[in-house]
């Protein structure tokens, strides 16, 4: 069996969850892996055969994605080029990871692929969604790789093909301890902004992470570091809790590990907020903004020890196997039937 899996190369958490799912598809049969997009801080261990640049989403320095610098990266021409020399024919499973090369390669060949992403989740009729809603952003996730048959995961699992996340290896064999310090991962924010409102906790020892930064250095109360994965995972363990944005990825490894959480939803970013939604649900603090009036806030969840109990068993092989076992080497569709199935 021929299988090719496509990943999303925006932001780290499509890469650490595929570094767990590839092992087992390749226990399958002879697998192929896509990647797509510019913004993984983490390489994937694993030979790529077919590299795009796919649609990625640049991060601002004001709270969320930075448009201007989004669309002059954009080259419609090429994506268009790079979904007409992508040749699915061949395989008998095809998976996305919110990929969308691959998915419209998939459409255009008449053959089924198979959604599985955390986005697909936030989709789902049982998922909660932000009080305000965003329309364009909610289309946007919706018709950007869709797919006609999805398994997805969320924070809370809701049904059969909604799982909890997967957590990569690297976090469950590590210890947790509590060293008095907070790990930051706020992507979208500049340094200089993070610093002028951290150093307003001055009690606290702040461990920021940073996509825009190549040094490290240390302001005031706040350390600032490169992205760099050994240490970024050393922090969080050791942590008394993390301050980040509503991402998936390191929102399920900072529960996993049992720390205090507080996030930040990207502005404008639908998927994001539907993250902060559940999150809120299960009861993880959520700010708004990241700005000077919320510091009280931030101080208060600084003074209070709030831990939301979760269970995530090691569930990658699970879902393996039950996406092989019902859609090996049954791949070919209609284009209609493409178009009438639902997401999810």
């Avoid at 780290?12 to 697998?31: D, V």
């Avoid at 790079?82 to 060949?109: C, G, Q, T």
């Avoid at 909610?138 to 059969?160: C, E, M, W």
Wanted: charged residues 25%; proline residues 5%; positive net charge.
């Amino acid at each position: 069996m021929k299988i090719l899996y496509a990943i999303q190369g925006t932001g780290n958490g499509h890469i650490t969850r595929a570094i767990e799912i590839i092992p087992y598809l390749q226990q399958k049969g002879e697998l192929d892996i896509l990647v797509s997009g510019i913004q993984s801080d983490i390489a994937l261990p694993f030979p790529v055969k077919y590299k795009f640049s796919g649609l990625s989403f640049i991060f601002g320095k004001k709270g969320g994605i930075d448009f201007w610098k989004t669309f002059l990266k954009l080259n419609s021409g090429k994506l268009l080029k790079d979904i007409k020399s992508l040749d699915v024919k061949e395989y008998d499973l095809i998976i996305s990871d919110f990929e969308p090369v691959s998915v419209w390669a998939a459409i255009r060949a008449k053959k089924v692929c198979i959604g599985l992403s955390n986005q697909v989740a936030t989709l789902h009729p049982l998922a909660p969604k932000p009080k305000k809603d965003d329309v364009m952003g909610r289309l946007v996730l919706q018709n950007y790789a869709p797919t006609p048959i999805s398994y997805g995961f969320h924070f809370k699992k809701l049904d059969a093909t909604m799982f909890t996340p997967i957590i990569r290896k690297e976090v469950r064999i590590l210890t947790p301890t509590n060293e008095g310090h907070y790990t930051v991962y706020l992507p979208s924010y500049d340094d200089i902004q993070i610093i002028n409102k951290l150093k307003k906790i001055p009690h606290i020892e702040w461990q920021v992470f940073s996509k825009h930064s190549k040094k490290a250095y240390k302001l005031f109360n706040v350390s600032i570091t490169p992205i760099d994965s050994q240490l970024f995972l050393n922090s969080i363990a050791s942590s008394a809790g993390v301050l980040t944005n509503a991402g998936f990825g390191t929102t399920s490894e900072a529960l996993f590990l049992k720390k205090k959480l507080l996030v930040v939803p990207m502005k404008k970013q639908y998927e994001q907020h539907c993250n902060a939604a559940m999150l809120k649900e299960m009861g993880v603090i959520v700010l708004k903004k990241f700005n000077k009036k919320n510091i009280d806030a931030i101080n208060a969840w600084v003074n209070v020890n709030v831990i939301v109990d979760v269970d995530y068993p090691d569930n990658a092989k699970e879902i393996v196997d039950l996406i092989v076992a019902n859609h090996a080497n049954n791949s070919e569709i209609k284009a209609k039937k493409v178009k009438k199935q639902s997401t999810l």
